[in-house]
């Protein structure tokens, strides 16, 4: 039986799904928080240590500023409300990616986040900000040149992101694409791939329960026979 030590997911829908009940692309968005929300509380009960989410890549900053805007806002309110019960629940947050651009207020309630829960061990929520991964390699071999380093694919993952972290055994996809939209690239070599018609907001706890089943049971041969 193959152990989940960490589940990756691209949150792909919602602005479709709020559209589709005729009450716009940040409705969606907030409905999507609602089940990230089920999903980690799932993991916890599965004993799931990692799981990251794909939340805003370097390409979103080509979506309107309104949304962006929103985006933010609720990412930044969600961490000023529910802190208390992030730290309760053993939840460790994590950032991937640069938040360098982002606003002060944000900037600030993400450091508050990370340092107190830095401690917790229950489970570990990487959130993708601001992330792509083909800057995070280059990043990667940036860092081994300045430091004269010999580039072996062992250096290449300690300094990525993800460093001190599994990759993850599985990456599930909602919104019907088949594509990884410049994430995790490098992380994902011998994940298993999960791609699902239904959008994010549709994706619930059973759905996650069915590939971690399903995932437990195949043969995973790493190019062995």
Same mark, same amino acid.
């Not at 989940?4 to 969606?28: E, L, P, Q, S």
């Not at 004993?47 to 929103?70: C, G, L, Q």
């Not at 450091?111 to 993708?128: E, G, P, Q, S």
């Given at each position: ?7 990756? @997911? ?10 589709? !009940? ?28 990692? =799981? ?5 890549? &370097? ?6 500023? &309104?949304?962006?805007?929103?985006? @933010? ?28 651009? @982002? ?9 508050? &986040? ?22 995070? +390699? ?23 992101? &993800? ?8 990456? =599930? ?38 590939? +971690? !089943? ?9 190019? !062995?026979?």
């Amino acid at each position: 039986m193959n152990t989940v030590n960490h589940v990756a @997911f691209i949150m792909d829908g919602n602005g479709r799904w709020g559209k589709k !009940k005729n009450k716009g692309r940040n409705y969606g968005h907030l409905k999507g928080v609602e089940v990230v929300q089920k999903i980690v509380k799932t993991s916890i009960k599965l004993k799931i240590p990692i =799981i990251t989410f794909y939340v805003f890549s &370097t390409e979103n900053w080509r979506r309107p500023k &309104t949304e962006i805007k929103f985006l @933010f806002n609720l990412i930044g309110s969600y961490f000023e409300k529910e802190i208390k019960n992030v730290v309760k629940n053993g939840i460790k947050i994590n950032i991937l990616g640069k938040t360098s651009s @982002f606003s002060t207020s944000l900037k600030s309630i993400l450091r508050d &986040t990370i340092k107190k829960t830095t401690k917790n061990k229950k489970l570990t929520v990487n959130l993708a900000l601001n992330y792509g991964s083909k800057n995070e +390699i280059k990043n990667a071999f940036i860092k081994l040149k300045k430091n004269h380093s010999r580039i072996t694919e062992a250096k290449i993952s300690k300094n990525l992101y &993800t460093s001190k972290m599994h990759d993850p055994d599985i990456l =599930i996809r909602t919104g019907g694409q088949k594509r990884l939209s410049n994430f995790m690239l490098w992380q994902l070599a011998y994940s298993e791939l999960y791609f699902l018609d239904k959008l994010w907001p549709d994706f619930n706890s059973s759905d996650l329960k069915k590939i +971690i !089943k399903d995932y437990r049971s195949i043969k995973r041969n790493f190019g !062995k026979v």
